[in-house]
């Protein structure tokens, strides 16, 4: 069984070409500016002083800082949400139309996690940029996760999903992950971690 989820977004309209410009400068700055420290001291002031771009140009095309750092994290998110849907096992679902191909759903989290620690691993500058605290549950990303980990509980027979999926996806947030990397774990050690959480949590009894 194939995990029903959202699709993403047709392309965005074409833009003028001035305006593709400014928003390469803003992005590149952006990724630079969260790149060299901490995401949350990063101001929208930072960001169009280093894209050399007026604060009105700036807010014309992006609110705050969040949306900024939403941006850049768009294209990596999209990808493996991709996989999720259509991709090998186990992290994706398998053939439908070949019987005994489904990985189990233990299988399946654990794949998604080691994913989300690569994800983690490379932009977790940006992830901290646009979910910090309570924002990190409004975006469209984490409602996929959330999804994807909730049918995993489900074809798993545990009870109450809604409740148990947010558990789940808890260990991924970006300041554990980051407080975890300062402290000299490796990124094997956390994946191997959450592999057992995922068996323990989903694994046959």
């Given at each position: 069984?194939?995990t029903e989820?959202?699709?993403?977004?047709?392309?965005p309209?074409?833009?003028?070409a001035?305006a593709?410009?400014n928003?390469a400068?803003?992005?590149?700055a952006?990724?630079r500016l969260?790149?060299?420290?901490d995401?949350?001291?990063?101001?929208m002031?930072?960001?169009?002083r280093?894209a050399g771009?007026?604060?009105?140009?700036?807010?014309r095309r992006?609110?705050?800082?969040a949306s900024?750092?939403?941006a850049l994290?768009?294209e990596?998110?999209r990808a493996?949400?991709e996989?999720?849907?259509?991709?090998?096992?186990?992290?994706?679902?398998?053939d439908?139309a070949?019987a005994?191909?489904d990985?189990?759903?233990?299988?399946?989290?654990?794949?998604?996690?080691a994913a989300?620690?690569?994800?983690?691993?490379?932009?977790?500058?940006?992830v901290?940029?646009?979910?910090?605290?309570?924002?990190?549950?409004?975006?469209?990303?984490h409602a996929?996760w959330?999804?994807?980990v909730?049918?995993?509980?489900?074809e798993a027979?545990?009870?109450d999903p809604?409740v148990?999926a947010?558990?789940l996806?808890?260990?991924?947030a970006?300041?554990?992950?980051r407080?975890?990397?300062?402290?000299g774990?490796t990124?094997?050690?956390?994946t191997a971690g959450?592999?057992?959480?995922?068996?323990?949590?989903?694994?046959q009894?």
């Open positions: 069984m194939t989820l959202p699709q993403a977004d047709g392309p309209p074409r833009e003028r001035d593709a410009r928003r400068k803003v992005l590149a952006a990724e969260f790149a060299d420290g995401p949350a001291a990063v101001t002031d930072d960001i169009a280093a771009i007026g604060r009105g140009t700036l807010y992006y609110p705050d800082r900024i750092a939403r994290l768009d990596h998110e493996l949400q996989r999720l849907l259509r991709g090998d096992p186990p992290l994706g679902p398998g439908p070949a005994g191909t990985p189990a759903p233990a299988e399946r989290l654990a794949a998604f996690y989300m620690v690569e994800l983690l691993e490379t932009h977790v500058h940006l901290l940029g646009a979910e910090t605290g309570e924002a990190r549950y409004r975006t469209g990303a996929f959330r999804l994807h909730a049918h995993l509980v489900r027979g545990r009870p809604e148990l947010d558990q996806l808890a260990p991924l970006p300041e554990l992950f407080h975890q990397r300062e402290r774990i990124p094997e050690r956390i959450l592999a057992a959480l995922a068996h323990g949590a989903l694994g009894d």
